[in-house]
C-alpha cells in the first residue's frame, strides 16, 4: 500500500493522459457528492457538448473508490471533487493525483458546504484549480465553469504535448542518424515516426501498415514498409496501393506538402539532392494538426540525414573509382586481367563476411584489398612482364613491392588507407612463416592480409598471365586443400571451400571476356 491506500502495483501500470481518450468523450470524475447534487451536476453536464464532444460522468462515491477510478482511467479531464463532508480526504485524495500519479494537467474543481471554511494557504496548498459553493451554483454555471476548465485543460495539453512531441523529434532524429545505409535510415524513420506520434507506447509498428518510398524522377520506389504493406518493398509505390489509396499520395507529391484525409497521414519532404520522400501511413485516427506538425518537423530533421547519406555514399563511390582505378592501373602494367581487382575486392568482402567480422569491416577490406599490388608500379616493366621463370634476383626485385606499396599508403590517417598499406605489406605472408617479406606466421599476419592472400591466389590461379595458362577450378582448390596451415590460415580455407558456390558466382559475374571469345 502506498501512503494513500492504493496497492503500488496498481500504481506501476501507468499511462500516459495524453495518450489513452476515448475518442470524442471528455470525461468527467464526480467525488463525494450527495445524490441530490450528483443529479444536479450530471445532467447539467450530459446534456452539453464542447469543441464537438459530449461530457462523460463517472461517479465515485468515495474517495478511495476514486483512486482506483483514476489508476485505471488517465485520460479523466477534470476531477470534481466534494469536500463538504470529509475535508481531510479531500485533500488525500487531491495529493494522490499530483503526487503518486504525477498528474499536473488534469483540472481539479472543489466544492464546498456553507459549513466548510479553509484559509487562503489552505486552498493554495491543495493545487487545485477552482473552489464553488454547492449550495449557491447554478446549472448554468456548473457548465460555464466545466466548459472553462475543460478549455484551460486543452491549452495546457497542447503546450504539454507539443513539448514533450519536440523533445521526441530530437530524440529520434538522432537515433535515425546512426543510421548510414539508405534501407536501415527509412526503416527506422518508421519506428521513430510512430514513437513521436505514440501509436502504441514502445515506437513499435502494429496495426498500422506504413512505407517509405524515395524518388529521383517520377517514379516513387519504396525503401520501407510495415503492417499489410510489409512485402512491398523495391515495388513502385503505384503498385503498392489502390488508386484511392495513392490518390491521396499523389496530392502529396503534386502540391509537395503533407496530407491527411480518411485515417490516412501522408508525409513529403525533399532534400537538397533534389531527393523527394513519401511518408504513406494507415489507419491513424483522429489525428490533430499539432500531430500532423510534428511530423513534418521530424521529416524536416531528418532529411539533413538524408542529405548525409547521399553525400557519403556520393563520395564512396568516387573514392571505389579511385581506388579500383590505381588497382588496375598496376595491373594493367603487368599485362593483368582487367577485372582482377574487382574479383579479389569481392572475394575478400565475402570471405570476411564469413568470417563473422561486421559490415563495416568488410566494406573496408573490400574497398583497400584492390591496391594489394600497388607496389608493382616501381617494378620494371622487364621483371613485371616476363613470360617465363624469374632468376633470384629479379624474384627479389618482385618481392619489393609488398614494402613500396606499404610506403605510398602508409602516412595517411583513414582506417581505409592504413588497411590497405597492411594489405599491401602482408598479403604475400604466409601462415606457416615462410611468406615475404617478413616471414610472420599464424595470427601475427593481420587479418586483412591473410583474406586477400586467399582472394588473390584463387583469382590469379584461375586467370591466365603472361607466364602461365589458367588452372583448372579443381587444380585450384586441391592446391588451397594441400596449403590448408601452411601458406593459407586452415579457418579461412574452410569457410572458402564451404562456400565456393558464392565466390564462383562473383568469378562468373567478372567473367574476363577474350578476344577469341567474341562472336564474329
Not at 450527495?34 to 451536476?41: F, I, L, M, P
Not at 463538504?84 to 499530483?98: C, H, P, T, W, Y
Not at 499539432?290 to 568516387?318: H, K, P, Q
Request: proline fraction near 1%; aromatic fraction near 10%; include cysteine.
Amino acid at each position: 500500500m502506498d501512503k494513500y491506500g492504493v496497492r503500488i502495483k496498481e500504481l506501476e501500470k501507468k499511462n500516459n493522459i495524453l495518450l489513452t481518450a476515448e475518442e470524442n468523450i471528455w470525461k468527467v470524475l464526480i467525488v463525494n457528492i450527495d445524490e441530490k447534487n450528483v443529479e444536479k451536476v450530471k445532467n447539467s453536464l450530459e446534456s452539453y457538448t464542447y469543441q464537438g464532444k459530449r461530457i462523460k460522468v463517472i461517479e465515485a462515491k468515495s474517495h478511495k473508490e476514486a483512486k482506483y477510478i483514476l489508476i485505471k482511467n488517465r485520460d479523466i479531464l477534470i476531477s470534481v471533487i466534494g469536500l463538504q463532508n470529509n475535508i481531510e480526504a479531500g485533500k488525500d485524495l487531491i495529493s494522490f493525483v499530483r503526487g503518486s500519479l504525477e498528474n499536473n494537467l488534469m483540472r481539479i474543481l472543489t466544492l464546498i458546504s456553507d459549513e466548510v471554511n479553509l484559509t487562503f494557504d489552505e486552498i493554495k496548498d491543495m493545487n487545485i484549480n477552482g473552489i464553488k459553493n454547492i449550495n449557491n451554483i447554478s446549472y448554468d454555471e456548473i457548465i460555464l465553469t466545466i466548459a472553462a476548465e475543460i478549455n484551460n485543460f486543452y491549452d495546457k495539453y497542447l503546450l504539454s504535448y507539443s513539448k514533450m512531441g519536440l523533445e521526441k523529434i530530437i530524440e529520434s532524429s538522432g537515433k535515425v542518424f546512426e543510421f548510414g545505409e539508405i534501407k536501415e535510415f527509412t526503416s527506422m524513420m518508421l519506428v521513430q515516426l510512430f514513437s513521436i506520434l505514440d501509436f502504441n507506447n514502445r515506437g513499435v509498428i502494429d496495426s498500422n501498415s506504413a512505407i517509405v518510398a524515395s524518388s529521383l524522377d517520377e517514379d516513387y520506389i519504396i525503401l520501407a514498409a510495415a503492417g499489410r504493406l510489409k512485402d512491398t518493398v523495391g515495388l513502385s509505390i503505384k503498385k503498392a496501393l489502390d488508386e484511392e489509396q495513392f490518390s491521396i499520395v499523389y496530392k502529396g507529391i503534386s502540391s509537395e506538402s503533407s496530407q491527411y484525409e480518411n485515417d490516412t497521414l501522408v508525409l513529403y519532404f525533399k532534400n537538397d539532392f533534389g531527393v523527394k520522400t513519401i511518408l504513406y501511413v494507415e489507419n491513424l485516427k483522429g489525428l490533430t494538426d499539432l500531430d500532423i506538425y510534428l511530423g513534418n518537423t521530424f521529416c524536416r530533421n531528418v532529411s539533413v540525414a538524408y542529405d548525409n547519406i547521399y553525400l557519403n555514399n556520393e563520395i564512396d563511390r568516387t573514392q571505389k573509382e579511385i581506388i579500383y582505378t590505381l588497382g588496375e592501373i598496376s595491373e594493367t602494367r603487368s599485362n593483368e586481367t582487367g577485372h582482377h581487382v574487382k574479383r579479389v575486392a569481392e572475394y575478400s568482402k565475402l570471405l570476411t563476411l564469413k568470417y563473422g567480422l561486421t559490415k563495416r569491416d568488410a566494406e573496408i577490406i573490400e574497398l583497400a584489398s584492390p591496391m594489394h599490388d600497388l607496389g608493382k608500379l616501381a617494378i620494371p616493366d622487364i621483371i613485371l612482364n616476363k613470360p617465363g621463370k624469374l632468376t633470384f634476383e629479379e624474384f627479389k626485385v618482385m618481392k619489393t613491392h609488398a614494402e613500396i606499396g606499404y610506403e605510398m599508403l602508409k602516412n595517411s590517417n583513414d582506417i581505409l588507407m592504413k588497411t590497405a598499406a597492411i594489405i599491401a605489406l602482408e598479403h604475400h605472408e604466409k601462415y606457416d612463416g615462410t611468406g615475404y617479406p617478413y616471414g610472420k606466421k599464424g595470427e601475427e599476419i593481420h587479418i586483412a592480409g591473410r583474406i586477400t592472400a586467399i582472394a588473390d591466389v584463387f583469382d590469379a590461379l584461375g586467370s591466365e598471365r603472361v607466364y602461365k595458362k589458367a588452372w583448372p577450378l579443381e587444380d585450384i582448390l586441391e592446391l588451397f586443400r594441400k596449403e590448408r596451415g601452411k601458406h593459407f590460415d586452415p579457418v579461412l580455407v574452410d569457410l572458402f571451400l564451404d562456400n565456393l558456390d558464392e565466390f564462383l558466382e562473383i568469378r562468373d559475374k567478372y567473367k574476363e571476356i577474350y578476344p577469341e571469345d567474341i562472336q564474329r
